[in-house]
């Protein structure tokens, strides 16, 4: 069994012969695996893996954590040792974390990661000598016999893609037979690998490889052939046409949700008196379970082939994602940026975080409001505020806000034609612009507005401490040589009360306040707002051919891939479309008509040059159709001459 325990995990091999060469997906010699995460360090031996599957209460052991500038141990007292141990041998790791007490400053042991954590969000390694998994695991690298994981399971293959070259470099067998045995179990929790560089994590969800400690840094992994582990549903989903939601379902969801609205206003007015609003039942299980409900429904019309086609669907390692309950981690992802994945991924990420702040959302403000909205991670706990934020949407808000695009080629023509007019010099670049004196001065004055605005909204004005805290305490006026920090990363962001961003073809000024209207918006309203613009279509009174139109809009224009921000935007403005053009369809209005008149003749305004002709033309068909329209004051009138050109000055006029 020794010598077969060797031969499995390729670190040793019989006298006299060469260690197999397998090259690791991460580039280093391959060690032992396990399914749980060991500690960060060298691999185990042989005698440290043999022991744990038969180690005593009496084996020998230490705990330390690693001093990230030195690179040494620090062992700690045998007292928190014996604490963290036990919690490492109880089944799952206990409650996963022990809360410890070093030079009278609390910590937390994050046992599934092996990090310690202080009250600021800082981590540092920890380990454990032997490195060895705990007893409760058995690893499949034990029993050579392992009946097969599943009986109709076709073998598969698991490999890694390196992020420069785009090669597929495959897993050992036995790091492929832990991955397997981890994806065959249901609720796909990740696994995790031994390499000599440190442990490793998988998550099937994402499906990445990254460090157990650090999930910044990752590379795709694949399974041939890729199916579905055999856990999972793989019945057809209702088409949209197919009745999904009782009129009872949608009423409820409704009444919470406009319940959950004066909660908003209630939140709104503590924000101003600067007292954090006291939920009560603002996230209460009553009003949660009937807008969860909605969301269910959402994604599951969003697993049917129709939405899979259109949004070019990469198979199972994006439908993977529907199969997550409320309360789940969302894999992280950028706004706006593909990143290689399909549109259909990001619409999924996007319900799957709004279905979340449905219960979440009111407790995050509410920690993010006693930081005084900061931008920094370093001012919350862990697992609060933006920390939080990110772990249940797999995205963030903005807390600060854009001041002066400089790369807006449109801004820049308006500046050099009015520099011009007046004498004064040009700029060849938006970057020339970015640097010069006018530009730091546009955007100081703007910025001075609205951290006036935001810091006299919290009632911290006479606070200097916690202006300086929040960093927001502005000059009152433009110093002489006042040099505006330059960003190169996100991360960077919330140091300054003003700074200016250079990245990513972007060339803008900041300013370290947010826009209130658009926080409340992304945390407390799209949540509930996007799951009341699905129950209004499916209580809309139409054809099943107009109804399915509108639900493939509302994943169209009301479900956004970007920030928080952004896609409350996009909800606000779907809501606003709705009602407009509901009631249209059965009083239209003037301009309604006049809107529609133009977007079903777009091939008679093509030789238009000017508005006279414009004119012309659209009285023309309105003559040949006797073309009405309603009226705010509930009267139907014939549209006038006057009426057209006054649509044509003012686009969104209501007559």
Not at 64 to 90: F, L, W
Not at 184 to 205: D, L, M, R
Not at 211 to 220: G, I, K, L, M
Request: some cysteine; hydrophobic content about 40%; overall charge positive.
């Amino acid at each position: 069994l020794k010598l077969q325990f060797l031969y499995l995990i390729g670190q040793a091999s019989l006298p006299g012969a060469a260690p197999p060469r397998v090259r690791p997906p991460l580039g280093g010699p391959m060690g032992a695996c396990c399914t749980t995460p060991m500690s960060m360090g060298s691999t185990p031996s042989l005698a440290a893996s043999t022991s744990a599957s038969s180690a005593s209460s009496s084996e020998d052991f230490r705990w330390c954590s690693i001093d990230p500038k030195t690179g040494k141990r620090c062992q700690y007292e045998q007292s928190v040792m014996n604490r963290i141990e036990a919690e490492y041998q109880t089944p799952g790791f206990g409650a996963k974390r022990v809360v410890i007490t070093l030079l009278g400053k609390r910590f937390t042991v994050r046992l599934p990661e092996m990090v310690q954590v202080n009250g600021r969000g800082g981590a540092r390694k920890v380990c454990r000598v032997p490195n060895a998994p705990p007893r409760w695991v058995s690893s499949p690298l034990l029993s050579p016999s392992t009946p097969p994981l599943h009986p109709t399971a076709a073998p598969a293959q698991w490999v890694s893609v390196e992020p420069g070259t785009m090669i597929e470099v495959r897993y050992s067998p036995q790091h492929a037979a832990v991955l397997e045995e981890a994806y065959q179990t249901p609720g796909y929790a990740p696994a995790y690998i031994n390499f000599e560089a440190g442990t490793y994590s998988v998550c099937f969800k994402s499906m990445r490889q990254s460090r157990a400690e650090d999930a910044s840094r990752w590379r795709t992994v694949k399974r041939y052939p890729n199916d579905p582990p055999h856990w999972f549903p793989r019945s057809p989903v209702a088409t949209p046409k197919a009745p999904v939601l009782t009129r009872k379902d949608c009423a409820a969801a409704l009444a919470a949700i406009e319940k959950a609205e004066g909660h908003v206003e209630k939140v709104m007015a503590t924000v101003r008196r600067g007292i954090p609003y006291s939920l009560g039942c603002a996230a209460s299980e009553e009003l949660v379970a009937p807008v969860t409900k909605i969301y269910e429904v959402i994604l599951r019309v969003l697993r049917s082939r129709r939405y899979q086609d259109r949004y070019e669907c990469k198979g199972f390692e994006d439908t993977l994602l529907l199969a997550d309950g409320p309360g789940q981690q969302v894999p992280s992802y950028f706004a706006n940026l593909m990143q290689g994945a399909s549109i259909y991924r990001r619409k999924a990420l996007s319900l799957l975080g709004l279905r979340n702040l449905v219960g979440k959302g009111f407790p995050i403000f509410t920690q993010l409001q006693r930081a005084n909205f900061s931008g920094q991670l370093e001012d919350y706990l862990p697992d609060t505020g933006l920390h939080a934020l990110k772990y249940f949407t797999g995205n963030t808000v903005d807390l600060d806000t854009t001041i002066l695009r400089c790369n807006d080629f449109a801004l820049l023509a308006y500046v050099n034609a009015s520099n011009k007019a007046e004498g004064r010099p040009t700029y060849d670049s938006a970057a020339a612009f970015a640097k010069s004196d006018q530009a730091r001065s546009m955007a100081f004055d703007q910025a001075r507005l609205l951290t006036d605005k935001f810091i006299a909204e919290l009632g911290i004005g006479g606070n200097a401490a916690a202006l300086a805290a929040r960093h927001v305490d502005l000059p009152r006026t433009l110093p002489r040589n006042y040099t505006v920090p330059v960003s190169e990363h996100n991360h960077q962001r919330g140091q300054h009360p003003m700074w200016r961003y250079v990245a990513q073809g972007r060339d803008s000024y900041h300013v370290n306040v947010p826009d209130m209207p658009d926080v409340y918006g992304a945390l407390l309203r799209a949540p509930w707002q996007a799951a009341k613009a699905f129950c209004k279509i499916q209580l809309l009174d139409c054809s099943e051919e107009k109804r399915e139109a509108w639900v493939d809009r509302f994943y169209e224009e009301c479900i956004s891939d970007s920030c928080l921000n952004a896609k409350w935007k996009a909800v606000e403005a779907f809501n606003a479309t709705f009602d407009y053009e509901v009631e249209c369809d059965a009083r239209p209005t003037v301009r309604f008509q006049l809107e529609r008149l133009q977007m079903d003749n777009q091939a008679a305004y093509v030789a238009v040059e000017n508005d006279d002709e414009e004119l012309k033309v659209t009285m023309k068909m309105i003559a040949a159709t006797g073309l009405k329209g309603w009226l705010r004051s509930g009267e139907e009138v014939p549209i006038t001459a006057a009426m057209v050109q006054k649509w044509m000055d003012q686009p969104d006029v209501d007559f």
